[in-house]
């Protein structure tokens, strides 16, 4: 077999972890392959940018996971329904499609029990796939964002939506944090007076930016909350991109021990 090649495409993609990731998994488990990153600046070159470069898998973060929806041949059930990929794998010349976003990010919070209500700040891509993996687990999912745009494809899909504006706060066992404020300033993803209203009745708090404590995080920790932020997310993520990458050849548990040595770095 000769070496297969897999890279992460995004823009801007110079910050992302996940070439250390993967590189790491291959040589620990020693398995013949190498990851690298890609700054793909058109999304509709995504498919021939992929074969042009003889790629075996690739993940898909910002802008690009609609336009890796789009360049799939075969996509597996979930992510046809939240229309987002993350994973592609090359198999016989055709592309086939998943995302690990939202099982990572399930498998990141399940950690909380008693959790049944859960208010999400931010109605963008990612929280796209995860209200909806939640709401299959048995979770009730409001989404509380900015502007109303976004709102507009969760309301069809009969979710409580709600602006800054018309928010009526009530109580919720999760807050996630599932916007980019506090990313690269330090804003708080709503008004100080709607946090003040929902974070002190919440079991705990979830950020998915990872490798900083963001303000919001810093605001759930003056209530005494129980905290995490994105990096379980996107370690679980990766390990499951890796199985499909690998044709499940190592378990979630294998792999998991040299994922994580990434963090550490
Ligand atoms: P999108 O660009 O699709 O959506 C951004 C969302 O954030 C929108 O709801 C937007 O509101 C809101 N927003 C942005 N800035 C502010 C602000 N200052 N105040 C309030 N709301 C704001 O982004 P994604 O959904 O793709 O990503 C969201 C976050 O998730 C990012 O921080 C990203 O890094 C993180 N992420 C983490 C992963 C992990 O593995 N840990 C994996 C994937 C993403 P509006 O509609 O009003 O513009």
Redesign the pocket.
């Known amino acids: 077999m000769s070496k297969h090649l897999y890279a992460i495409f995004g823009n801007p993609v110079s910050h992302s972890k996940s070439p250390l990731m993967h590189n790491l998994s291959f040589q620990g488990l020693g398995f013949d392959g190498c990851y690298t990153r890609y700054l793909l600046e058109e999304g509709s070159t995504l498919k021939e940018t992929f074969f042009n470069l003889g790629l075996k898998g690739i993940n898909i973060?910002?802008?690009h996971?609609e336009y890796a929806y789009h360049a799939c041949d075969v996509l597996d059930p979930f992510s046809k329904k939240v229309g987002a990929v993350n994973t592609i794998v090359e198999r016989e010349g055709k592309l086939y499609g998943y995302n690990t976003?939202a099982p990572?990010?399930l498998k990141a919070i399940s950690e909380f029990k008693a959790i049944k209500t859960v208010l999400f700040?931010?109605?963008?891509?990612?929280?796209q796939s995860t209200s909806r993996i939640l709401r299959d687990e048995g979770y009730e999912v409001t989404l509380l964002?900015?502007?109303e745009?976004?709102l507009e494809k969760f309301k069809q899909d009969s979710f409580k939506t709600y602006t800054f504006e018309n928010f009526t706060p009530k109580s919720y066992d999760l807050v996630i944090n599932?916007?980019?404020?506090g990313?690269e300033?330090n804003?708080?993803?709503?008004p100080l007076e709607i946090l003040e209203q929902v974070l002190p009745t919440a079991k705990a708090c979830v950020d998915?930016?990872?490798g900083k404590e963001t303000p919001f995080l810093t605001l759930c920790k003056s209530y005494n909350k129980p905290t995490k932020d994105?990096?379980d997310?996107?370690l679980y993520?990766g390990i499951i991109a890796f199985e499909y990458f690998t044709n499940n050849r190592y378990s979630f548990e294998e792999i998991l021990p040299y994922m994580k040595k990434a963090f550490a770095i």
């Open positions: 973060t910002v802008p996971k976003d990572g990010f700040l931010g109605a963008g891509g990612t929280a964002n900015r502007s745009n976004r599932m916007t980019s404020a990313l300033d804003s708080l993803p709503a998915v930016i990872y994105g990096s997310m996107l993520q």
